[in-house]
């Protein structure tokens, strides 16, 4: 059910607010008080009643109602002042007074998304001792916060909400209960000279544990440089983070009683092991997400990114349905980073790379801190001849997720990339890298071809040996039929680092 007034319309099923058919970000709470404000509109809602029904009765302060009331009219467009949409009754509490009309929600917005992590990004605290630096620490985190924002499955708390626990000593887990939040990113800023010091956090709201931390030192000759460099790096490891704590969650629960989130979480997990039973289990996983919410986005795009693999023979079935399903994300909401690189999988699988880049493009510039769209960019660039090309995508796709679940697979690429500019030495180091990674299987591959082009036998008989112990059916022919470098130049450099190194053909 679908509850319209004026150009608004709330969808309490798919957790979206939207004006005119545009969505309108609201944090989680803010959502919750306009439900129950507009689900009773019939009588005055008490103080208490809100407080129980949004806070679960935990203790809340009228600063704090106050707060959430004031975002709630602004979200629908009203005011304290005008108050034609949510009426306040002194000593009473408040009504929803503007006129409501019910719908089918499909016929009003029909993307939506099931149980939506959340996340509050607080102002970084300036440790200077110097109030002219404010303005940088409250840059980061509000270019945090809007770089987040691009994420359409992760709801952000407004910066307007977060910014009035500045310069208080906060408990985050309060802050989390509080906001509603199962994330927060909390952060400070220490100058020194011409040095800056930025550390960022991420902590689970409802244990309080530390999921990320790091620090980064640089020389301020470039102040905006720098503040992009670090809102891009956290951006991206805040979006990996997020998604393998989500995984790790939804584990723990009986497959029955998962969600269409939930099973897509459980599909991504499946993804990242890169085998043809991974795949097979991921494409299931999704394909339940979709049942359960026929307008989830990401269950469609999942699908895709499972359908074409390059593990083994190739296997056509699931092609022509990743295809649909590409289109169908697209059309469920064309603003949707993944449903433009769902696109670009399947461009580049049909070997049309110029359509492949133009869409990655657009996912870039729709979501610019996604790792995997880096990577899949310069998958695409490497495999249509552009490997120097391909190069910066992949060192912005480590740089933006170092602990990646595919960070294997972003070394591996990076290896293949310089091996094809015939590059050895670059190529061995990378290659190396992803080489202990599970779900990096042709890493051995390429580390064993740029060691025989450089003629370092010994090694690349070691090499080979760990190689085939690995994946006894590693062969010439294996690599042939799942096409892992269409270009024919570079795959011939390949393959002759490969025949020298002795790789069986069949």
């Known amino acids: 059910m679908t509850y319209a007034f004026g150009t608004y319309a709330l969808d309490p099923e798919s957790l979206e607010l939207t004006n005119g058919g545009e969505v309108v970000e609201v944090e989680p709470q803010v959502f919750s008080l306009l439900v129950c404000l507009i689900e009773n509109r019939d009588r005055v809602v008490s103080k208490d009643e809100l407080i129980e029904m949004v806070w679960d009765g935990r203790i809340v302060s009228d600063g704090t109602l106050n707060t959430r009331i004031n975002a709630a009219r602004k979200a629908v467009g009203d005011d304290g002042k005008s108050q034609a949409v949510i009426k306040t009754f002194p000593r009473r509490g408040f009504r929803w007074v503007a006129e409501v009309g019910e719908e089918d929600s499909a016929s009003i917005n029909p993307v939506s998304i099931a149980d939506k992590p959340s996340i509050a990004v607080l102002p970084f605290e300036n440790l200077s001792n110097d109030p002219e630096q404010e303005f940088f620490s409250d840059g980061i985190a509000e270019d945090i916060i809007t770089a987040l924002s691009r994420l359409r499955w992760l709801s952000v708390i407004a910066r307007n909400t977060t910014f009035t626990y500045k310069g208080q000593a906060v408990d985050v887990q309060m802050v989390a209960q509080d906001l509603g939040v199962r994330y927060v990113l909390e952060g400070s800023i220490r100058k020194a000279g011409n040095r800056v010091r930025i550390s960022a956090q991420l902590v689970e709201g409802d244990t309080g544990n530390h999921l990320w931390a790091q620090r980064f030192d640089r020389e301020l ?82 699908y895709v990114e499972a359908a074409f693999d390059r593990i083994g023979l190739e296997d056509r079935t699931h092609w022509d349905r ?92 990076l290896g293949l990339a310089h091996l094809c500019l015939k590059e050895f030495e670059a190529a061995i180091e990378w290659a190396r890298k992803a080489v202990p990674y599970p779900n990096a299987p042709w890493a051995h591959s390429f580390l064993l071809s740029a060691l025989a082009h450089l003629g370092d036998r010994a090694e690349a008989k070691r090499v080979m040996v760990e190689a085939l112990d690995r994946r006894s059916e590693l062969s010439l022919s294996l690599m042939e039929k799942s096409r892992i470098v269409p270009f024919i130049e570079y795959r011939e450099i390949l393959f002759e680092g490969l025949r020298k190194a002795g790789l069986p053909e069949e």
């Open 221 to 302: 000759e470039d102040i905006f440089a720098v503040q992009d460099e670090i809102t891009e790096t956290v951006a991206g490891t805040v979006q990996s983070e997020v998604n393998l704590t989500e995984q790790r969650r939804v584990k723990a629960k009986p497959p029955e009683s998962l969600d269409a989130w939930e099973n897509y979480q459980h599909g991504i997990s499946y993804l990242n092991e890169r085998t043809l039973k991974s795949f097979t289990a991921a494409r299931a996983f999704f394909e339940r997400a979709i049942e359960l919410d026929p307008n989830f986005v990401l269950g469609y795009t999942g």
């Open 322 to 413: 990743a295809q649909l399903y590409a289109r169908k994300a697209l059309e469920l909401d064309p603003h949707e980073s993944r449903a433009h690189t769902a696109m670009g999988i399947c461009y580049t699988n049909n070997d049309d790379f110029s359509a492949a880049v133009s869409a990655f493009e657009t996912a870039i510039d729709l979501n610019p801190s996604d790792a995997n769209i880096r990577l899949l960019m310069g998958t695409t660039l490497l495999q249509c001849g552009r490997a120097a090309e391909s190069i910066p995508h992949f060192h912005l796709a480590i740089h933006q997720s170092p602990r990646d679940a595919e960070i294997g697979r972003f070394h591996a690429r």
